[in-house]
Every structure is written in structure tokens, then in C-alpha cells.
């Protein structure tokens, strides 16, 4: 039996059979039309949705179509729940297979170019403008500096297939005590594989004026011949390996280092030097 007439045999159709048996000659359009609103009333308080845009069973009293969205609804939904679960596990799968990709290149890559990082020195460093081993801090409170200081770098690059380009934009700058004493650039080169530059670098100051406690120190310093001065570096760079470069990155070179004086035949007492490589710290 189908659904329309499961549905109609309870409520409309064996009760208009019935009203027919009992007095088919008495019946009038009255009569017709009680029992049309009655079996309406009862097949629409069965299956009438108010959200229903579809009439979908006849109700045969009135020949009036009697919503049926109520009986379609579930299986609509299980198939939008169905078509949304089959998206998400697509999307899932695509991006399980993106991540999976690119660590696999990542690591392929890694094991055959094997990069290594760059590695920096000050081999030797000049000082003129700062010798006030024979002045003292009360000798003259507007003293003013203007120190010359030549600093050899030495930059190794020991990787094989990977050559570093170094970019305009660079800053190289000497400071004690916080104090910036001259300031320069590091030159733009390419540096090919598995190879070894050392150049020098002119920095220049002008009009320094240190505090009486910090020109006391300084001087204090370099009688006792152990002056401790930082050299910061910061030079943008790009990697080539092949016909392909790299992005620009800045690496920072931060070095600290005490010499015996403050002269131009000055001598290393220490250094210690580390590169920066975005937010991670290596020692050069």
C-alpha cells in the first residue's frame, strides 16, 4: 500500500466509505463540506509543517493539497550532513597531503644541500681618536670625540652549494657602554661556496660627548689595558643556489671584545661573537 493511502485510509477515505454506507440519500453539500474541514483538520494536525512550501498529499474529501515537508525533511538533512561530512574529510585529506609534501621537500632538501650557517670574526681592529691615557675626565668636561676605528672581518661560508649575497642596507657601529663611538657599513658582495672573505671596514665618528662617569670608566679602562668595546653588525642577505634566490634575511652580528688599548696597533685580549638569524642566537 502506498503512503498516500496509509495516510488517507485512517482519516479521510474510510470515513467518507462509512458516511456514504449509513445514508447516501440524506447526504448534502452540507454534510460534504463538515466532514471536507474535519478531515482536513485532522490530516494537516498529523503532517502540517508551517515551514512547508510543498503540498504534497490531496486530502479526498476537498481535493485541497495537504503539506508533507514534515515526512521529507529528515532524509534532505542527512544528505546536507552527508554532502558537509564528505567536504570536511576532502579538506582534511588536501591539507594532511600539503603538510606531508612540504616536509618531504623540506627534508629532501636538507639532505642534499646540507646548509650550514655562516660563521664571522673581527681578526684585527685599529683605534685612532680615543687614547686618553694621558687625560682625565676633570681635564676638560667639553671634551669631545671623533674616533676613526678600521675593523677586518673575516666571513667564512662553508657550504658547497648554497652562495650568500649581501645586500645594500648594512650597519656596522662600535659602542662603550652603550655609547655608539662610530658607525659604518659592511660592503655589498657575493660570497660563493665554501669560501672565505676578509675585508675592512672604515667606521667614523664625530662629536662624541660621554658623561664624566662614562669618560672616567673609559679612561680607568685603559690604564688597567683591558678596554671592553661591543661591534654590532646587521646585514641583509640572500641565499643562491643555483638560478634561484631566497628571500632578503637579516643577519646580526653581535661581538664582544676587550682590547689591551685604544690605539691603532691595538691588541685582542677577547672576543666572542654570535650571529643572529631571525629570532634564534649562534655562536659565530
Not at 453539500?29 to 504534497?56: F, M, V, W
Not at 632538501?109 to 673581527?122: D, E, H
Not at 679612561?219 to 688597567?224: E, I, L, N, P, V
Request: hydrophobic share 35%.
Amino acid at each position: 500500500m502506498s503512503l498516500k493511502n496509509l495516510i488517507e485510509t485512517p482519516f479521510c477515505h474510510g470515513r467518507a466509505r462509512s458516511s456514504r454506507a449509513v445514508d447516501t440519500s440524506a447526504a448534502t453539500g452540507d454534510d460534504d463540506e463538515d466532514h471536507g474541514e474535519r478531515c482536513k483538520e485532522t490530516t494537516a494536525r498529523i503532517l502540517y509543517n508551517p515551514a512547508s512550501q510543498r503540498p504534497d498529499l490531496p486530502c479526498p474529501a476537498t481535493g485541497e493539497r495537504v503539506p508533507l515537508q514534515g515526512l521529507h525533511q529528515p532524509r534532505r538533512a542527512n544528505r546536507r550532513r552527508g554532502r558537509c561530512c564528505r567536504c570536511l574529510a576532502l579538506t582534511v585529506a588536501l591539507l594532511s597531503l600539503l603538510v606531508f609534501s612540504l616536509a618531504a621537500v623540506t627534508g629532501i632538501l636538507y639532505l642534499v644541500l646540507r646548509p650550514k650557517l655562516p660563521r664571522y670574526s673581527i681578526d684585527a681592529i685599529s683605534i685612532r681618536g680615543l687614547d686618553l691615557s694621558a687625560a682625565g675626565p676633570k681635564s676638560n668636561p667639553d671634551l669631545t670625540l671623533s674616533p676613526l676605528i678600521d675593523v677586518t672581518v673575516r666571513a667564512e661560508n662553508p657550504n658547497r652549494k648554497i652562495g650568500i649575497d649581501y645586500r645594500h642596507g648594512s650597519s656596522v657601529a662600535v659602542s662603550y657602554s652603550d655609547v655608539v663611538l662610530c658607525r659604518g657599513i659592511w660592503p655589498s658582495f657575493y660570497q660563493g661556496k665554501r669560501n672565505v672573505t676578509v675585508f675592512q671596514t672604515a667606521l667614523k665618528g664625530s662629536g662624541i660627548r660621554l658623561a664624566d662617569a662614562t669618560l672616567g670608566n673609559l679612561t680607568a679602562a685603559q690604564r688597567r689595558r683591558q678596554v671592553p668595546l661591543e661591534i654590532g653588525v646587521r646585514v641583509p642577505v640572500r641565499v643562491k643556489l643555483g638560478a634561484i634566490t631566497s628571500w632578503t634575511i637579516n643577519v646580526k652580528v653581535h661581538c664582544d671584545v676587550t682590547v689591551d688599548k685604544l690605539t691603532a696597533d691595538s691588541k685582542f685580549i677577547s672576543k666572542n661573537c654570535k650571529k643572529r638569524l631571525g629570532e634564534k642566537c649562534f655562536t659565530a
